[in-house]
T-cell receptor, first 114, second 114 residues
Framework: DTGVSQNPRHKITKRGQNVTFRCDPISEHNRLYWYRQTLGQGPEFLTYFQNEAQLEKSRLLSDRFSAERPKGSFSTLEIQRTEQGDSAMYLC????????????FGSGTRLTVV | DQQVKQNSPSLSVQEGRISILNCDYTNSMFDYFLWYKKYPAEGPTFLISISSIKDKNEDGRFTVFLNKSAKHLSLHIVPSQPGDSAVYFCAASPFTGTASKLTFGTGTRLQVTL
């Protein structure tokens, strides 16, 4: 068990470009979550999956954002036509459905849109 | 609308003394509360949690107290150690005992001095 892995760790992109991040959860965890954290704020919920089903999406997740979890394993978060306001740390976490306690977070992907 | 509030952005405590971090919430539907610790360049790490049916939960040096009528919780760290220096986030979930969608506070930076 190597924990939750996120790639890349850092991404710098020009405004208007598309970016995709990957998250590999802990293998036996069936829930996977995406959060976004900006400077001085706590993590904000974006979306979560149970196995391959996307169960909830935040209003923060505009139509430029799409997340997938094919086959219930790894997940990708894509941002189309990036804007400077998308610059943030994108955090992935995983847990068991009935897990007591908190989830396990990855180290995040820091996105900078220039 | 900030549903989970951490009104102290920072706290400095001497090694060996008690650290008390506070958190207030406004949403009566919250039923499960968690504390996370975050070091720079890492994702948040789960520390301790408490269900609304309890008013106290202890784990080693860490104790969380919940006052439902005041919608207030606090994290006590005794004794504080230099390795405790980090940002602490309070989080809340509407689902008892299971960390599903979490709402985080803005964090309190704890510095433990020698």
């Amino acid at each position: 068990d190597t924990g939750v892995s996120q790639n890349p760790r850092h991404k710098i992109t020009k405004r208007g470009q598309n970016v995709t991040f990957r998250c590999d959860p802990i293998s036996e965890h069936n829930r996977l979550y995406w959060y976004r954290q900006t400077l001085g704020q706590g993590p904000e919920f974006l979306t979560y999956f149970q196995n391959e089903a996307q169960l909830e999406k935040s209003r923060l997740l505009s139509d430029r954002f799409s997340a997938e979890r094919p086959k219930g394993s790894f997940s990708t978060l894509e941002i189309q036509r990036t804007e400077q306001g998308d610059s943030a740390m994108y955090l992935c976490a995983s847990s068991l459905v009935a897990g007591v306690g908190g989830y396990t977070f990855g180290s995040g992907t820091r996105l900078t849109v220039v | 609308d900030q549903q989970v509030k951490q009104n102290s952005p920072s706290l400095s405590v001497q090694e060996g003394r008690i650290s008390i971090l506070n958190c207030d919430y406004t949403n009566s539907m919250f039923d499960y509360f968690l504390w996370y610790k975050k070091y720079p360049a890492e994702g948040p790490t789960f520390l301790i949690s408490i269900s609304s049916i309890k008013d106290k939960n202890e784990d080693g040096r860490f104790t969380v107290f919940l006052n439902k009528s005041a919608k207030h919780l606090s994290l006590h760290i005794v004794p504080s150690q230099p390795g405790d220096s980090a940002v602490y986030f309070c989080a809340a979930s509407p689902f008892t005992g299971t960390a599903s969608k979490l709402t985080f506070g803005t964090g309190t930076r704890l510095q433990v001095t020698l």
